[in-house]
């Protein structure tokens, strides 16, 4: 019983104080999507003062059981909608509301003065448990889509670091899963227990340690994916695409922009005079390429030559792919075996 209280209490006021510290935006980035991280760890930490109230015996108060209910059924649209603006923070808050819709339909069910079915009962057993799998999948999708999507306007889309927040999805369904082996598993639960408190402390870690999701601004963000995703009406004439493909071109060959590793589609769009959108349609209509080819494609052609020339200079593999531009070796390696058909260094033993 203290055990279980003592760690309860820790989970609760360690969770209690990541919130505060995401509701006031402590890292500095991502401050929309992190006031609802900041509300699913706040509603997080009253699941852990729920069970820290039973395992204390205190008086049923039909108030603070609704809302620690109401807390424990919006964790996960609380972090669904986190997940949903750190990938696209232009989007409006109303457009998420009816994510709690359920939620609140739930919490009337349990002020009803009616004894309610057994269905209803279990629905509301195991609800918890539903939305984990429903927002668990629905997180990592959006996750999966965003990486494709960093393709179309980053040449490092690998070197954008996505893995806190595939962390904290983690650790969010370690979290989810321990709670349904202890509900199943009444015996277990003190051997389990801690594991909260482990999973806790990896969860604020991951959450300070964020960093930006898009390599640009907030303000560019919602141009940007109009610009990549549109498959829509021509943009400009054939005449326009092959001169500016032409002006492109020569940019490439005499000033070398690629070899700049933070290279995105928004500077290069501003080196060559055209709009986000225009670069797109120019690449996608008259080099049939996106971004992160046409870009890599021209960084690829750089390290041939280094490799090439390497009996002279005497570059590592590792400096020949930074010099390239690259700032990410698995980009240099997938995209140098995609180009050229082997790995430099095969293509090294080759040329030699």
């Known amino acids: 019983m203290v055990y279980q209280a003592l760690i309860y209490g820790l989970c609760g006021g360690s969770l209690l104080l990541l919130s505060l510290l995401l509701l006031s935006n402590l890292p500095k980035v991502n401050k929309r999507a992190n006031l609802f991280l900041g509300i699913c ?18 008086p049923e108060n039909v108030m603070l059981l609704a809302f620690l209910e109401f807390g424990r059924w919006a964790i996960f649209p609380c972090f669904f909608i986190a997940i949903q603006l750190y990938l696209s923070p232009d989007q409006p808050y109303k457009k ?51 990486r494709l999507l960093l393709k179309a306007f980053s040449t490092s889309p690998r070197a954008i670091d996505l893995r806190w927040i595939m962390n904290i999805w983690w650790v969010i369904l370690f979290l989810g899963i321990i709670s ?78 690629y070899l700049d590793p933070l290279l995105s589609l928004p500077h290069l769009a501003e080196r060559i005079g055209l709009s986000i959108h225009e670069l797109s349609y120019v690449l996608n209509t008259g080099i049939d390429s996106n971004f992160y080819q046409f870009i890599n494609g021209y960084r690829v052609r750089y390290a041939q030559q280094l490799l090439k020339g390497n009996i002279l200079n005497g570059y590592s593999i590792q400096e020949i792919s930074i010099r390239s531009g690259f700032n990410s070796k698995t980009t240099f390696y997938s995209s140098f075996k995609q180009e050229v058909g082997m790995t430099p260094k095969q293509y090294l033993l080759k040329v030699k």
């Not at 709690?100 to 079915?117: A, D, H, K, Q």
């Not at 009962?121 to 927002?135: A, D, E």
């Open 96 to 146: 998420y509301a009816i994510h709690f819709v359920p939620t609140l339909i739930l919490v009337s069910l349990l002020w009803s003065p009616y004894t309610l079915p057994d269905v209803l009962r279990y629905v509301i057993r195991y609800f918890l448990y539903g939305q984990l799998l429903v927002y668990g999948v629905w997180s990592y999708v959006l996750l999966y889509k965003h």
């Open 41 to 58: 760890t706040f509603f997080l930490c009253s699941v852990f003062v729920q069970l820290l109230l039973e395992n204390s015996n205190y």
């Open 180 to 257: 349904l082996v202890t509900r199943l598993f009444h015996s277990v639960s003190l051997l389990v227990d801690s594991l909260y408190l482990v999973g806790i402390l990896f969860f604020s870690y991951y959450a300070l340690l964020q960093t930006a999701i898009y390599p640009v601004s907030d303000e560019q963000v919602p141009v940007i994916k109009a610009a990549v995703l549109s498959k829509d009406k021509e943009r400009l004439t054939m005449e326009q695409v092959q001169f500016f493909k032409e002006r492109l071109q020569d940019l490439m060959d005499k000033d070398q922009p």
